[in-house]
Structures are given as structure tokens and as C-alpha cells.
């Protein structure tokens, strides 16, 4: 059974930067594809980075987070991370780890499983 568990969120003031995590069980990070959503209230779920092992580690991110964001993963410790700098507050949202046997997409129907999400308050 495929678990994913975000870790990281918190409240940060605009300028900042960020640290996120998604613990992986029950799939490996050789044949998964990784990404990361958000979704802040009364808005759509929007695609923000996405990492592929099976195309040697490509990367592709949203347009809102682009330059500013770095998605990485870490086979030994089993995790994904967003590092995100230069907050803003229309970065307030609830990020999402998602998974999928294949390659990775931008869409978010194309991911099989989903974490239950960290929290993240960005002030200004």
C-alpha cells in the first residue's frame, strides 16, 4: 500500500523560504514519478514541480513557481522535497505530494496517490 506523508508547512513571512518533505512508503523512487500541487481555498489544484527518475531525474515546474522553486528526492532517506525561496502570499496554500508509475505530468488526474497535505501560511 502506497503511503505519502508531507511534512514542512508552517507559517513563513513573504521573502522566505521553505523546506517540504514527502515520506514515500510502499513504492520505489527508481520507477515513480513525483510532484508536488497546491491548492489554496476557492481555487483549483495547481501543478508546482514534478520530478521523473525514469528520465534521469527531470524536472519541470509550474509557471508561478518557476526560478524559484527546486524539487529534489533522496533515494536513501525515501523522500521528495520542495525548497521554495522568495515567498509570497499568494503562495498560501495546502501542498500536496502525488505519485504515479509513469512519467510525470502538470495534470493532477494523472497521479494515482495523494498525501493528506501540509499547511502553508506565507505573511506579508
Known amino acids: 500500500q502506497v503511503e505519502l506523508v508531507e511534512s514542512g508547512g508552517g507559517v513563513v513571512q513573504a521573502g522566505d523560504s521553505l523546506r517540504l518533505s514527502c515520506a514515500a512508503a510502499g513504492l520505489s523512487l527508481h520507477s515513480y514519478a513525483m510532484a508536488w500541487f497546491r491548492q489554496a481555498p476557492a481555487k483549483e489544484r495547481e501543478f508546482v514541480a514534478s520530478i521523473t527518475w525514469r528520465s534521469g531525474g527531470m524536472t519541470s515546474y509550474g509557471d508561478s513557481v518557476q526560478g524559484r522553486a527546486t524539487i529534489s528526492r533522496d533515494l536513501d532517506k525515501r523522500t521528495t522535497v520542495l525548497e521554495m525561496n522568495s515567498l509570497k502570499p499568494e503562495d498560501t496554500a495546502v501542498y500536496l505530494c502525488?505519485?504515479?508509475?509513469?512519467?510525470?505530468?502538470?495534470?493532477?488526474?494523472?497521479?494515482?496517490?495523494w498525501g493528506q497535505g501540509t499547511q502553508v501560511t506565507v505573511s506579508s
Open positions: 502525488a505519485a504515479v508509475d509513469t512519467y510525470s505530468s502538470y495534470l493532477s488526474m494523472e497521479y494515482d496517490h
